[in-house]
Each structure stands twice: as C-alpha cells, then as structure tokens.
C-alpha cells in the first residue's frame, strides 16, 4: 500500500519504540518523514537508517527524511521543528504526538518539578505540536491529520504514577475538542490507546519473566503487543480510510479496557 505516496509526516519520540515503528511504516507506505528526539541522537539514527533502508527497498529516490532534535516541551523548540520540517518538505500532512515520559512516585511523595516534567513532555508537548501543525493546515489547501499517542491510563486509573495518568486523560479532552473544533475544515484528530506494549520504557517487565508474567495475566489476549500492531492502527486513523473517524480514542490493548478480572464471575449480583 501507499496510502501516504506524496505526503509528509511528523512523528514526535521517534528514536525508539512505538515511534520509530510508526516512522518506517509511514515510510513504507510512501511518506516523508521527520524524526523528532530529544536524547537519543544514536537512537534517532537508527530510525533514519531503517526508514532510509525502506525508502530505498520501495524504490523512491525522491522520498525525503530528517532528523531533528526537539524538546517538545519547549515552545520556542516546537516551533523551529516545524519550520525545519516545512523547510525540508514544503507541507505537512499528518502529525503523530508520540513523545512522552512516565516514572512512578507515590503520590504524596511526588516533587512538582517531576509532575511538571511529565505534564510538560507529554500534555502541554501535544498541545503545541497540535497548535503548530492545524496553524499549517488551515493555511493551505487539503487539511490534515493529528493521531495521539494515548494510553489505556486515559480511562484506567495508575496508582503511582499520577502525572502520567494525568496526563493522557488530559491527552483524550485534547484530542475529542480540536477533532470538534476543526471537524468542518477537513482537519482529523484521533488517539491511540497503547495497552502493555513491547518497547524499551517497559524493560523492567519484559526481561523479567516473573514480572512479565504477571503483566501478562491482566491481559485478555495473554500477551504484551508489539510496537508494530501499534504502528498498523496509527497508519489507519492517518490515512484516508479512517476519513470518516474523528475525535475517537482506538485502544489497543489486547482486552485491558475489557475489565478483565470480570472474565471470571466474582460478582454477587446480577
């Protein structure tokens, strides 16, 4: 498929993860894209190979891709991201919010400058991107497309990890009052809600077969999802055969939105 054949693409965390999966899916199917990191240049590198890689197995000389580092926290950055993609594009078509940050902290004891940091990157990270990106939009012809990277923590409370819970809760508002706002200029905005995915921020369970198995057996499916299921639903919502979805939150989750522990009848009523 090229259903992003003459188009450019942002995707925000790209140098590891869910990110760098959406990255050279977009570029497999025909997109120009902008890799945004914040810290990990080698990372980030790494993403351009394999989207560079993909360009040249397809056969597209003229795809383009960069490489631009970016705390998307910071206003003044945010902005010379976009200008630096649009130098180097011309346009911009689809913009993917996928950076962000989590640790944990019982709540009492959690420092306003880590809550700060987490609401930072990953709320007020989204909104400026957003900004920026429907700001373009609306300037010329053919809208555009916005997908969130979400959580299953939008709609399921995290004990410990409050700012982060926060946070994409904020993320599922964010995206349901720009998809209202814009639906009448053929701008879309959706989110992805990742369940327990395979990717480096989650390392302390995955190489742990005793933990990984306990994350495991909350999961309906029975297992973690991987980082490329999640870039096949973000490629979707991108696309036009989502064209008729906006304002929605699509959970991947393997089931955890499901209320798992009622698979099993503990109920004492009906």
């Known amino acids: 498929m090229d259903r992003f054949a003459g188009?450019?693409?942002?995707?925000?965390?790209?140098?590891?993860?869910?990110?760098?999966?959406?990255?050279?899916?977009?570029?497999?199917?025909?997109?120009?894209?902008?890799?945004?990191?914040?810290?990990?240049?080698?990372?980030?590198?790494?993403?351009?190979?394999?989207?560079?890689?993909?360009?040249?197995?397809?056969?597209?000389?003229?795809?383009?891709?960069?490489?631009?580092?970016?705390?998307?926290?910071?206003?003044?950055?945010?902005?010379?991201?976009?200008?630096?993609?649009?130098?180097?594009?011309?346009?911009?078509?689809?913009?993917?919010?996928?950076?962000?940050?989590?640790?944990?902290?019982p709540s009492h004891e959690l420092p306003a400058e880590d809550f700060d940091r987490i609401i930072g990157v990953n709320l007020r990270g989204a909104y400026l991107c957003c900004r920026e990106a429907i700001a373009h939009f609306l300037s010329r012809e053919g809208g555009g497309v916005i997908v969130n990277n979400s959580s299953v923590h939008e709609i399921i409370p995290k004990p410990a990890y409050l700012s982060y819970s926060i946070s994409k809760g904020g993320m599922e508002n964010l995206t349901k009052s720009l998809a209202l706002e814009y639906a009448d200029q053929n701008i879309r905005v959706n989110a992805v809600g990742p369940g327990a995915i395979e990717t480096p921020i989650n390392a302390s369970w995955i190489d742990d077969p005793e933990k990984r198995a306990g994350v495991e057996s909350h999961i309906p499916m029975g297992r973690a999802g991987m980082p490329e299921e999640m870039a096949a639903v973000f490629a979707f919502l991108a696309s036009q055969e989502s064209s008729y979805i906006t304002g929605q939150t699509i959970f991947a989750c393997g089931g955890l939105t499901l209320y798992p522990e009622f698979k099993t009848d503990w109920s004492t009523g009906n």
């Open 7 to 105: 188009k450019s693409a942002l995707v925000t965390g790209a140098s590891t993860g869910i990110g760098r999966a959406i990255a050279v899916r977009l570029a497999q199917e025909g997109a120009n894209v902008a890799i945004n990191y914040n810290r990990s240049q080698g990372e980030a590198e790494k993403t351009a190979a394999s989207v560079r890689q993909v360009h040249e197995e397809k056969g597209r000389p003229d795809a383009k891709h960069i490489v631009i580092q970016t705390d998307v926290s910071q206003e003044d950055q945010v902005k010379a991201m976009f200008d630096q993609t649009l130098s180097a594009f011309g346009r911009l078509d689809v913009l993917i919010n996928n950076a962000g940050i989590l640790w944990s902290s």
